[in-house]
């Protein structure tokens, strides 16, 4: 039988190692690093969006991203400066995307959380039965997204166009919940799915 030995690692290996780890693109090679790096511009390195109403993408629920990524492709939901970056991904670029963001951390986003306003949504929340769909935690699962620690810019928008203007191959189910909504109660929605 071998005998197993304790393998010491010098420091700067380690050090190298945390900083590969720490950036989740750059530690990416091939195809799927050149995709990564166009939709960092705008969704954050490390799929942390820091661009107003520009959603993040990390901690997304890989269905989820993959589903948008495929209506996008498709023509189906039209973001418009998304047309030319998904027309020509295949089927497995988008597995590869959605599949490397459900693995990044969702971290909050530099906008400042109003505590009333946050407050007031985990009651509009817990009355919509957000958490039913969107787990009690709003993170998310399979083809309903995480909302949890979103950007507010974003979140507020897209509340607004799931009950003004429900948008193609949106899930429909959103509309009942945000029907009766007024802004200041999608506005506090946001502050509290951002401050968890």
Not at 56 to 75: D, K
Not at 154 to 168: G, M, T, V
Request: aromatic share 4%; with cysteine.
């Amino acid at each position: 039988m071998p005998v197993v030995t304790k393998r010491t690692w010098p420091p700067a290996l380690g050090l190298a190692a945390l900083l590969f780890s720490a950036v989740p693109v750059m530690a990416q090679s091939g195809p799927l690093a050149e995709k990564l790096q166009l939709c960092a511009a705008c969704h954050g390195e490390d799929g942390n969006s820091k661009l107003e109403k520009v959603p993040s993408l990390a901690g997304q629920p890989a269905f989820f991203t993959l589903n948008q990524l495929f209506l996008m492709r498709e023509g189906v939901r039209k973001v418009e400066a998304m047309a030319a970056i998904v027309k020509d991904l295949k089927d497995q670029d988008l597995t590869e995307l959605s599949e490397h963001y459900a693995k990044l951390a969702p971290k909050r986003s530099d906008e400042p959380v109003d505590p009333e306003l946050a407050k007031r949504g985990r009651e509009i929340a817990a009355s919509q039965r957000c958490g039913s769909c969107h787990l009690p935690t709003l993170a998310g699962q399979e083809q309903m997204p995480r909302v949890a620690r979103q950007r507010i810019d974003y979140l507020i928008e897209a509340l607004k166009s799931y009950r003004d203007n429900p948008r193609p191959g949106a899930d429909t189910a959103m509309s009942p919940p945000v029907g009766g909504l007024r802004d200041a109660d999608l506005m506090a929605l946001a502050h509290y799915a951002a401050s968890l």
